[in-house]
């Protein structure tokens, strides 16, 4: 035992020596390189000197690394992470600058913009030599990433025995649809996945409900119910909210909801990690959770996650270069698809490269990293989720080149935790699933030239924008209006004289998730039914359901309860909807979906799906994307559920699931049957008696206006 712990304790001691050898021949390159960076004195000195200085230099660098860096990241916790991201260079430069001021007899000097370049290259090299020389010794590997999952059990006090049942890995590659994946596996972009189908792994696809978006979909999944969650954006009028899913204050409502409706704090309750999501789940661990994000002080824990990766300050350089290359892939990415003349094509200017990086960079970092580390402490359920697919795929298409190499840098991200999870103190079952897929397409404004915020407009007798009404389709939705109008109020068509002014209400609340639109008029209260509609807008519905960019609208009725409107005057009643009529195209399940969304109380005065074309897939985004989801139509209404093979199936006849609160009912079947296998507990309700001790329990914020920003904003 005595000659092993020499042993290891004289290979640590050796690799620090390599490292340090490696940083003094790194900042003596440098000195030669670099016009501003200097190892000696003015009056120059022997080579010996300059070599001893460079080790002084590196040897008193490495240290402030070590022992500086986390205090200064810590103390930057409440710092955005893209301004940590930017200040990374300036910390780390700093650093050098102070190590070169510790040399006896003042033997460095650099400028402040050299000694950036110099630090990043020597915490890029010393990381990389490190890991080198693990790499070459596995023992030595397996021996640090088990002394580091020691370490961290033994600050939360306990341990994990060798017999403890296996732990679960819920990895959601967001916006990856089932047939996107299944592409992508054929076309060899994402082998890990493929190797897990041929040997481990079974595949399935699931429906989402009719809001095809995260903030539905994982609401559902770790909280077991979505609810009266009608979009990814929608207006309260009793409470005079916009609720927009990826806000803070949105998020942490919407979550606190869901606890009081299943009095259940979630599927991470036992023991579970939350990294990279909207929601908690109920975890106690989380990196990047939206609905704690508010939070101020020791309640927001979410931030730990980046002081957990930041601390080190290789990772820091490393991600801040990544993202900096990133930025400059996605201009060249744009200009090039500007100049091939790829259509259709959305802007991709001002802050958009920035946050393309940070989602495909910064956060995948951060969430890798620390689901990393939960498995090395043994924890027994993480969820995290992946975004950099989804973000990419809304600007350059669900099918773009640019998507797909996204896919690939996934895919090693997947089988770097697979193979960390060979070390962990546990056996650890990692599930991959989407919460929804993505539909191609034109934009609605795109193909008619005016938004659905102008066609509403147009359908109200309201001033629509000038570029709107310039348009081919603006004129022809004017002259929509007109005639609509007079037909309504008896008049004839030919009659030029000044018609009655719609009156009631105040301006229209048009909100767009994807391809689904909201509509809501704050003015009146309750959910109005189409009877009101046609006395306060006479020309509305029929503008919308005629309109050939829109496939169908929901409409609550006086006389015939809710009903769906397609063209032409179809019209059926939503109690007797069986998927024919204008639901036809959209497929099994299209009815059911259309029927629990009417049951929701927010859900909006007039609810519109825009067409989908089922022979290209086609669907028309309300919003400035190319790749949507939030409504009925194609691949984003099919997400899709991969796990192990020791899992039962997620429907017992071998059928699909259906809506997001039947996959959280899968999920926490697996957790159980995880721990029925190491003979454990099964996994508990986590029933709270007041929701407001859940994480997240903060006020949604009012409404100020009625422009809610984009998605990706």
């Known amino acids: 035992m005595g000659e092993r712990r020499w042993r290891t304790v004289g290979g640590a001691l050796l690799r620090v020596i390599v490292v340090w050898a490696v940083s003094t021949l790194t900042m003596l390159a440098l000195a030669g390189i670099l016009p501003d960076f200097e190892l000696q004195s003015s009056d120059g000195e022997s080579i010996t000197r300059t070599a001893l200085t460079a080790a002084w230099g590196a040897g008193a660098f490495g240290l402030l690394t070590v022992l500086v860096w986390p205090v200064i990241v810590r103390a930057l916790l409440l710092v955005p992470a893209l301004v940590l991201g930017l200040l990374v260079f300036f910390l780390n430069g700093s650093l050098l600058l102070l190590a070169l001021r510790l040399i006896p007899d003042g033997g460095g000097a650099a400028a402040p913009e050299t000694a950036v370049v110099v630090a990043a290259v020597m915490s890029a090299v010393a990381s990389a030599t490190s890991t080198a020389l693990a790499v070459r010794d596995d023992n030595a590997y397996r021996r640090r990433l088990s002394r580091l999952a020691d370490r961290r059990r033994r600050r939360r006090g306990e341990r994990i025995a060798g017999s403890a049942p296996p732990g679960t890995v819920f990895l959601q590659l967001d916006g990856v649809g089932h047939a996107v994946l299944v592409q992508a596996v054929a076309d060899g972009l994402m082998p890990t996945v493929a190797g897990w189908l041929d040997t481990s792994h079974r595949l399935?696809?699931?429906?989402?409900?009719?809001?095809?978006?995260?903030?539905?979909?994982?609401?559902?999944?770790?909280?077991?119910?979505?609810?009266?969650?009608?979009?990814?954006?929608?207006?309260?009028?009793?409470?005079?909210?916009?609720?927009?899913?990826?806000?803070?204050?949105?998020?942490?409502?919407?979550?606190?909801?869901?606890?009081?409706?299943?009095?259940?704090?979630?599927?991470?309750?036992?023991?579970?990690?939350?990294?990279?999501?909207?929601?908690?789940?109920?975890?106690?661990?989380?990196?990047?959770?939206?609905?704690?994000?508010?939070?101020?002080?020791?309640?927001?824990?979410?931030?730990?996650?980046?002081?957990?990766?930041?601390?080190?300050?290789?990772?820091?350089?490393?991600?801040?270069?990544?993202?900096?290359?990133?930025?400059?892939?996605?201009?060249?990415?744009?200009?090039?698809?500007?100049?091939?003349?790829?259509?259709?094509?959305?802007?991709?200017?001002?802050?958009?490269?920035?946050?393309?990086?940070?989602?495909?960079?910064?956060?995948?970092d951060v969430v890798v990293a620390a689901v990393i580390g939960d498995m090395l402490v043994g924890r027994t359920a993480v969820y995290a989720d992946l975004v950099a697919y989804d973000e990419v795929a809304h600007h350059s298409g669900p099918h773009s080149r640019d998507a797909a190499k996204v896919l690939e840098r996934i895919d090693r991200a997947v089988a770097l935790i697979a193979k960390v999870a060979e070390h962990a103190p546990r056996t650890y079952r990692i599930v991959l699933l989407s919460d929804h897929g993505q539909s191609p397409g034109e934009t609605f404004e795109g193909v008619y030239g005016l938004t659905l915020k102008d066609l509403v407009r147009a359908g109200c007798g309201l001033p629509v924008s000038r570029r709107a009404g310039r348009t081919r389709s603006g004129a022809e939705a004017r002259d929509a209006v007109r005639d609509a109008l007079r037909s309504a109020l008896h008049r004839p068509v030919g009659e030029e004289d000044a018609v009655e002014r719609p009156t009631g209400g105040t301006d229209p609340v048009v909100l767009a998730s994807g391809n689904l639109g909201l509509i809501s008029f704050p003015g009146l209260p309750g959910r109005l039914s189409r009877e009101q509609m046609d006395r306060h807008h006479p020309a509305l519905l029929r503008t919308l359901a005629n309109h050939p960019g829109i496939g169908f609208l929901l409409v609550r009725s006086e006389r015939h309860g809710s009903v769906v409107l397609g063209r032409d005057g179809a019209e059926l009643p939503v109690d007797t909807l069986d998927g024919s009529g204008p639901l036809a195209v959209f497929g099994p399940g299209a009815a059911d979906a259309v029927r629990r969304t009417d049951?929701?109380?927010?859900?909006?005065?007039?609810?519109?799906?825009?067409?989908?074309?089922?022979?290209?897939?086609?669907?028309?985004?309300?919003?400035?994307?190319?790749?949507?989801?939030g409504g009925l139509g194609g691949e984003q209404a099919h997400p899709f559920l991969l796990w192990p093979r020791e899992f039962s199936e997620p429907v017992a006849d071998g059928g699909e699931p259906t809506g997001a609160e039947q996959v959280h009912e899968v999920l926490r079947r697996w957790l159980d049957e995880s721990l029925r296998d190491g003979h454990g507990p099964q996994v508990p309700l986590g029933s709270v008696e007041d929701p407001r001790q859940v994480a997240g329990a903060e006020e949604a914020f009012p409404v100020t206006d009625g422009a809610v920003p984009d998605k990706s904003e």
């Not at 299943?262 to 999501?277: C, E, M, V, Y």
């Not at 929701?600 to 949507?628: C, K, L, T, W």
Request: aromatic share 10%.
């Open 599 to 629: 049951s929701f109380p927010h859900v909006a005065d007039i609810m519109v799906n825009s067409m989908y074309d089922p022979d290209s897939g086609r669907v028309h985004a309300f919003e400035e994307q190319i790749g949507s989801h």
């Open 204 to 364: 399935t696809r699931w429906r989402t409900d009719w809001s095809s978006q995260t903030g539905a979909s994982q609401l559902g999944i770790l909280h077991g119910t979505n609810h009266d969650v009608p979009g990814f954006r929608w207006y309260e009028k009793d409470t005079g909210r916009f609720m927009v899913s990826n806000r803070p204050a949105s998020a942490a409502e919407l979550q606190r909801r869901a606890v009081a409706r299943t009095r259940d704090a979630g599927l991470l309750s036992l023991d579970g990690a939350s990294r990279g999501n909207l929601f908690s789940g109920g975890a106690d661990q989380l990196a990047l959770v939206l609905s704690v994000a508010a939070r101020r002080g020791r309640a927001n824990r979410s931030r730990a996650g980046y002081f957990a990766y930041f601390s080190d300050p290789a990772n820091a350089v490393r991600t801040a270069l990544s993202f900096v290359a990133e930025v400059v892939r996605e201009i060249g990415q744009s200009i090039r698809s500007r100049l091939r003349g790829d259509e259709p094509r959305v802007g991709r200017g001002g802050l958009y490269p920035f946050i393309r990086a940070f989602a495909t960079v910064v956060e995948r």
